[in-house]
């Protein structure tokens, strides 16, 4: 949540459910009920609501539903593909979220919570998706593979132009999960098991630093994946993988290893 309390996650494996967490008080309670499958909650601006994908009517969904748990969850888009809910804009009017068209591609699309209109935003050959939009609301973050691998791009916002490709590290695996710092001077997203973060400069040319690494994790890419960054980039909440085999965790202590040397 924005103020830092609270923690909404899908838990399940072949369907989930939404839970909140109450970070303060260490205790969860579970938020959606429904057997279909419900997963992405995104918080409203003021955390009164949580947005969510879901499948109980049609393939691809987008419910809301007051985080005091009161009141039923409302239906606010529906269509028959699958999508993936990636960002609520800071004024709460728009819904961000990526669709996959019949042909396999994926796009992004916004939802306008004013007219409950929903139209492509971001569409082309190249799969374009995880469209997050700063906390100022001038600029757009995705990944796209117009390049042929999936990069970081940003661009103006609703202008669309001025594009710059942000993941400039160097990288030969896709670079994924574009999130903004919440004071929105720092942009962070994933590569392979590696979480990067650019600073947002105010210079001439391009308005974006150089990316730094700043940690390698065992991160599990796909639908389940997201980042979640708070206290001004301070704060990094992701899913990590649990090692195969626990023996291979932390670190192993061998002595005396040149007289096992000298036996063989």
Not at 169 to 184: C, F, H, I, L, N
């Amino acid at each position: 949540s924005h103020d830092g309390r609270r923690l909404a996650v899908a838990i399940g494996t072949d369907t989930c459910d939404i839970w909140i967490y109450d970070l303060e008080r260490d205790s969860r309670t579970r938020f959606s009920f429904d057997p279909a499958d419900d997963r992405q909650p995104l918080w409203s601006p003021d955390d009164r609501r949580l947005a969510f994908s879901s499948s109980r009517k049609a393939r691809g969904e987008i419910w809301v539903r007051p985080t005091s748990g009161q009141g039923e969850a409302k239906l606010v888009f529906s269509a028959d593909t699958t999508i993936i809910l990636t960002d609520w804009s800071s004024d709460g009017r728009l819904i961000f979220f990526t669709s996959q068209t019949p042909t396999g591609d994926v796009d992004v699309w916004v939802l306008d919570m004013q007219t409950s209109e929903a139209r492509p935003l971001l569409t082309g050959k190249a799969s374009q998706s995880w469209a997050r939009l700063s906390p100022d609301r001038k600029w757009l973050a995705f990944n796209s593979g117009e390049s042929g691998q999936d990069e970081i791009y940003v661009q103006r916002f609703p202008e669309a132009d001025g594009r710059f490709m942000v993941s400039n590290d160097g990288g030969v695996r896709g670079a994924y999960q574009p999130v903004w710092s919440d004071d929105g001077r720092e942009l962070f997203y994933q590569r392979g098991n590696t979480v990067f973060a650019l600073p947002v400069t105010s210079g001439a040319g391009s308005p974006f630093g150089t990316p730094r690494a700043l940690f390698g994790v065992n991160l599990k890419t796909g639908v389940e994946s997201s980042l979640v960054v708070a206290d001004h980039g301070r704060r990094i909440l992701f899913n990590e993988l649990p090692p195969t085999d626990p023996s291979k965790s932390g670190a192993r202590l061998i002595q005396n290893w040149s007289t096992a040397l000298a036996a063989e």
